[in-house]
């Protein structure tokens, strides 16, 4: 019985760029092993290892991966080796012709192929079937370990529980998803004493600890995340996860400085919710913002530097030599200096209808674990930069329809011309020009919108169950009030931008003037979106994060 249970939540997992095909073998596939497996098939190697990544998060396990050679843009030797990484225990086999033999043969060694099928494998139950059966008796049988997963319980339109399943994914945190509506779902809440479903999301740790509608820094403790500073004085502060806080990190850390970083949510910032980032130094079949925050932040945790999760700055303060950072549980650390690196949020939409929905079908920034469920219906993306042509091209895989709303006249004055190309040339994407929304309806969910055309005043009102936001950039820098200066729209002020007139800023008790991401605070310095007039790109962020650093080290000689 435990056997047959483990199975039951066992994929295998076929790719081919070929539909024919791919149905066949999934077709064959579900013919012997339906029952006690779930087939899982995929038509391209990026779409494929975005499902292994969700499977992995969600805890579920792989035994079996079949990948056809030929594929474009991604081959099957190629498709596997990344799979490598995200379920190395999973057996692995490359469907190839007969022209391709050297291929796979050479395949046994760049990614230790388990075998090769040559096309077609008529009849299955003689080259098919004998082959698979071997490979599942082998995984059954080797020490692979099943990931303990976080459960979470609740409403499928719940801004709560949507907040929670964001949290937790972007935060790889491997978690199952269970509604309340199914009975795994209520069986949860019922041996938590919460049958009435009235208080959730429900969260069931590893380890069996309940918890009714965690907050986020109760829920990152509980599920292994760092929240807890280890030491009351640093030499670096970094404030901020994004990719300039976690250039900082890596950099400080690899240096030798003392450093933690502390994200009030999960690292990555607005980057790491992108689903595709192709123009990326070193990445020329592009990254997710997902895999490069997870790298970076492993990189830095791996040269010392420590990662608090879930706790909100709220102050800073100058104590002599010492820069004091407060969180809002009244806590505080104090550094040598202070890197801050809080980036930018997404504006909220101002349309009636927005507020009570968000969560419930309208979402700021691309909430990925919403990706799936996007599957046959119309979706609305409001912005006309990259992060929401990004967001496009990822949607639409699932989606019946993607529609841009854009402000302005075309895409050409806000997004790169890569993506416009693709976005061109994506069948059900359409992007409509000086249209915005005027309202949001529904009862629980979103159900429509209003959409006014600004050059004629025309209104309509369309059937939409999906909207994502990704319009302005207001910075995360309230918190600070008066301690360092800003500019108008609250982006602070950085180096030559505080001497415009020649003159240091008021305050300025050193004989030299500030260096170039240093604020009006004396070792406080600046990077990334959070400063007036950067670049707003992945790139120059991790630049500046790397560039504020050596300041650090500038700074810290001369103290």
Not at 89 to 111: F, K, Q
Not at 278 to 293: H, I, K, R
Not at 517 to 528: D, N, Q
Request: aromatic share 8%; hydrophobic share 40%; with cysteine.
């Amino acid at each position: 019985m435990a056997q047959a249970a483990e199975a039951a939540r066992t994929v295998i997992l076929t790719v081919d760029d070929d539909p024919g095909v791919s149905r066949a073998v999934a077709r064959d596939l579900r013919r012997r092993y339906g029952e006690s497996y779930r087939i899982v098939r995929a038509e391209s190697g990026e779409s494929a290892l975005g499902a292994l990544r969700e499977l992995k998060l969600r805890g579920e396990l792989v035994a079996v991966i079949l990948a056809d050679y030929r594929m474009p843009q991604m081959n099957g030797i190629e498709f596997l080796e990344q799979a490598l990484d995200v379920y190395p225990g999973a057996r692995r086999v490359l469907l190839t012709a007969y022209a391709d033999t050297n291929a796979a043969i050479d395949a046994i060694n760049v990614v230790d192929l388990d075998h090769y099928l040559l096309k077609p494998w008529d009849p299955p139950e003689e080259k098919l079937y004998p082959v698979l059966d071997d490979l599942l008796e082998a995984w059954r049988h080797s020490d692979y370990k099943p990931v303990p997963s976080t459960k979470v319980v609740g409403h499928r339109w719940s801004a709560r529980s949507s907040d929670v399943r964001e949290f937790l994914a972007r935060n790889q945190v491997p978690y199952r998803w269970y509604s309340v509506e199914e009975p795994e779902g209520q069986r949860l809440l019922a041996a938590a004493g919460q049958e009435d479903g009235q208080r959730l999301p429900l969260v069931i740790t590893p380890d069996g600890t309940a918890l009714v509608e965690p907050e986020a820094p109760e829920l990152a403790a509980r599920v292994g995340l760092a929240t807890t500073p280890t030491a009351d004085f640093y030499d670096l502060v970094v404030i901020g996860g994004g990719p300039a806080g976690l250039g900082a990190a890596v950099y400080g850390a690899s240096e030798g400085l003392r450093t933690v970083l502390v994200e009030r949510s999960a690292t990555g910032g607005q980057a790491g919710q992108s689903s595709r980032i192709e123009n990326y130094l070193g990445f020329p079949d592009g990254v997710s913002g997902a895999q490069l925050t997870d790298r970076a932040r492993r990189q830095a945790a791996r040269f010392g530097a420590e990662i608090l999760t879930a706790r909100e700055v709220t102050g800073l303060e100058v104590n002599g030599a010492a820069r004091v950072v407060r969180f809002a549980d009244g806590s505080a650390i104090a550094a040598h200096s202070v890197i801050l690196a809080t980036g930018v949020q997404y504006r909220q939409l101002e349309a009636q209808g927005c507020t009570d929905l968000t969560g419930c079908g309208v979402f700021y920034g691309s909430a990925l674990t919403e990706a799936a469920a996007c599957q046959g219906h119309d979706v609305y993306i409001v912005g006309g930069a990259n992060s929401a042509g990004q967001a496009a091209m990822y949607l639409s895989r699932f989606a019946k329809s993607v529609t841009l709303l854009v402000r302005g006249a075309d895409l050409s004055a806000s997004m790169s011309y890569y993506l416009i190309q693709q976005i061109n040339e994506a069948a059900n994407i359409s992007v409509r020009s000086r249209t915005v929304v005027d309202a949001a309806h529904g009862s629980d969910r979103l159900e429509s919108l209003t959409l006014r055309q600004l050059e004629n005043g025309d209104s309509e009102q369309v059937d939409a169950q999906w909207m994502f936001v990704f319009i302005g950039a207001a910075p995360l820098t309230d918190w600070l009030g008066d301690t360092v200066l800003r500019d108008g729209r609250g982006f602070i002020l950085a180096g030559p931008d505080l001497t415009a007139d020649g003159r240091p800023p008021a305050g300025w008790e050193l004989d030299r003037p500030p260096y170039h991401l240093e604020t009006s605070i004396p070792g406080v310095f600046v990077a990334g979106d959070a400063r007036a007039e950067s670049a707003k790109r992945v790139a120059s962020a991790v630049g500046e994060g790397a560039m504020a650093v050596m300041l650090v080290h500038r700074y810290l000689e001369q103290s």
